[in-house]
């Protein structure tokens, strides 16, 4: 099993940066795709940004495309989101997610994941 613990969430202003953090216990870290969700209040589970477990290729959604950054340590087994210029649409809860030796084509659904943190709460106001 993997446990996956998000950090690094609070309260900015519009125009304001936070840089999210998600802690994993899997043993074999390097072989899980991690990415990040998030849920806004009455909406559903949305994609944010994904790493992959070998390429590294990164793929962000839309909305947040040169704002957010992904990226991972693999020594620390930890991933990271970078989040840039937030916006009160970006207020949401922050969930990471590994899905283990996650296919391309799966990359952006909640269906190429296996493990999910508790998520952490990201709120900016106007």
């Known amino acids: 099993q993997v446990q996956l613990v998000e950090s690094g969430g609070g309260l900015v202003q519009a125009g304001g940066s936070l840089r999210l953090s998600c802690a994993a216990s899997a043993r074999t870290f390097t072989d899980y795709t991690m990415g990040w969700f998030r849920q806004a209040p009455g909406k559903e589970r949305e994609f944010v940004a994904v790493?992959?477990?070998?390429?590294?290729?990164?793929y962000y959604a839309d909305s947040v495309k040169g704002r957010f950054t992904i990226s991972r340590d693999n020594t620390k087994n930890t991933v990271y989101l970078q989040m840039n210029s937030l916006q009160p649409e970006d207020t949401a809860v922050y969930y990471c997610?590994?899905?283990?030796?996650?296919?391309?084509?799966?990359?952006?659904?909640?269906?190429?994941?296996?493990?999910w943190g508790q998520g952490t709460q990201v709120t900016v106001s106007s």
């Open positions: 790493i992959h477990w070998s390429s590294s290729i990164t």
């Open positions: 997610a590994a899905g283990f030796r996650g296919r391309v084509g799966l990359l952006a659904s909640l269906l190429g994941y296996d493990y």
